[in-house]
């Protein structure tokens, strides 16, 4: 079991998607469960309350590469269940 804490700038959560891989990659295990937060989207209609919310080709790109993270590494996106989580600003 592996939780993370993803840095907030894409060049951190780049790193921190290459480590995760090549340590699976190099390791026996054969089941991982992966939680916490990413601070990374799959889709545009998950950045709720975000402030990058926005258009934009960057947003994009990271969903992009977010989204190739979790190919390669064979990840499952398990639905999260109960009230959503509301983000309120001034």
């Known amino acids: ?6 840095p907030c700038n894409l ?3 780049r790193r921190l ?3 995760l891989l090549d340590y699976k990659n190099s390791s026996n ?7 916490g937060d990413f601070n990374s989207v ?4 998950e950045r709720v309350g975000s402030s990058n919310n926005g258009g934009g080709n960057s947003g994009n790109k990271e ?6 993270f ?5 990840a499952l996106d ?3 269940i109960g009230r959503p989580q509301m983000v309120f600003s001034k």
């Open 11 to 13: 060049e951190g959560k």
């Open 29 to 35: 295990v054969s089941r991982w469960c992966i939680v």
């Open 17 to 19: 998607w290459k480590e």
């Open 63 to 68: 969903i992009e590469e977010f989204n190739a």
């Open 42 to 45: 799959r889709n545009r209609n």
């Open 1 to 6: 079991m592996v939780n993370v804490c993803s």
């Open 70 to 74: 979790t190919e390669n590494f064979e």
């Open 78 to 80: 398990v639905p999260m």
